[in-house]
């Protein structure tokens, strides 16, 4: 059943699509990777990481991280395809800091915590609209980074247990996002 976007997705779209151009990295290589939930499984070649400077917890720093697949055209707010998202806490404000991190509850933020976490399958942005919505609610992303390529090994649950894992492997853009625009 389609629903309508979600809030977040939204802003996360749209976040990555204003502050495309404040980006360092806008390669125009492809990443690599796949996200398997309910034994299908998704192709995911493009990625990028929102910054918001306003949101820290001491010496620590959110930082918004969506892959997703080649079909979504975010410059043109256009296309169809499938997306998986983190909301990692990092020791860095310029980089996801390597290790491994897991899925927490938003109330306690702490080293290598993802606070939210959600895939979404069936994206249509010509519609606004999404098939199936997934809260993944536990496990690990373990992050390691050469230069500028990431690599994710994604090894989550959601709420009924079912199973949501993947890798990617490859650049993301890398947006800072000004307080007034992050709260939209």
């Known amino acids: 059943m389609k629903k309508n976007f979600l809030k977040t997705f939204v802003a996360l779209m749209a976040l990555g699509l204003v502050f495309a151009s404040c980006s360092k990295d806008d390669s125009e ?27 820290t917890r001491g010496n620590l720093y959110d930082l918004e991280c969506t892959i997703h ?3 979504l055209n975010l410059d043109k707010l256009s296309g169809t395809g499938n ?26 933020v702490l080293d290598n915590v993802i606070s939210g976490a959600s895939l979404l399958i069936g994206i249509n942005l010509n519609e606004f609209s999404v098939d199936t919505e997934v809260d993944i609610t536990s496990g690990t992303v373990v992050v390691a980074k050469t230069g500028s390529t ?7 649950k959601n709420s ?25």
Do not use: Q
């Not at 983190?86 to 938003?106: D, L, V």
């Open 150 to 156: 990431y690599t994710f090994t994604i090894n989550c």
């Open 29 to 55: 290589e492809p990443g690599v990777g796949s996200v398997t939930y309910k034994g299908e499984t998704y192709s995911m070649t493009r990625g990028f990481i929102d910054y918001a400077p306003s949101v």
């Open 69 to 71: 697949s080649a079909g």
């Open 160 to 184: 009924s247990n079912e199973a949501i894992t993947g890798t990617y492997k490859g650049t993301l853009d890398y947006n800072i996002v000004e307080e007034e625009e992050f709260k939209k």
């Open 83 to 108: 997306s998986i998202s983190f909301n990692f806490w990092s020791t860095s404000s310029a980089e996801i800091t390597p290790g491994t991190y897991t899925i927490g509850s938003n109330s306690r």
